[in-house]
């Protein structure tokens, strides 16, 4: 994949800490894994909160039906590993 080069400006602490830290790898991993960890973070973050509008737009009735989808699937999960 196609790199780009990009300047960034950090605490000399914290830059010494990840010199520190670092095995091996260069700063451009350690900065690249450490953004793919956040936007990883991000993507779950936002998929949790649609989930959770998703749950607080239900009606009683949908939440009654969604609930008792949740105990059967779980009840034959228990099935399953037994």
């Known amino acids: 994949m196609a790199k780009t080069k990009v300047s960034v400006t950090i605490e000399r602490s914290?830059?010494?800490r990840i010199d520190r830290v670092a095995n091996g790898?260069?700063?451009s991993?350690?900065?690249?894994?450490a953004?793919?960890?956040?936007?990883?973070?991000?993507?779950?973050?936002?998929?949790?909160?649609?989930?959770a509008?998703?749950?607080?737009e239900l009606e009683r009735k949908e939440a009654d039906e969604d609930r008792d989808w949740a105990r059967l699937s779980a009840g034959q999960?228990?099935?399953?590993?037994?």
């Open 29 to 33: 991993e350690i900065f690249e894994h």
């Open 35 to 51: 953004l793919k960890s956040w936007l990883h973070e991000r993507r779950r973050h936002d998929l949790e909160e649609q989930v």
């Open 25 to 27: 790898m260069t700063r």
């Open 77 to 82: 999960i228990r099935k399953t590993w037994r």
């Open 14 to 16: 914290v830059l010494e």
């Open 53 to 56: 509008a998703y749950y607080r």
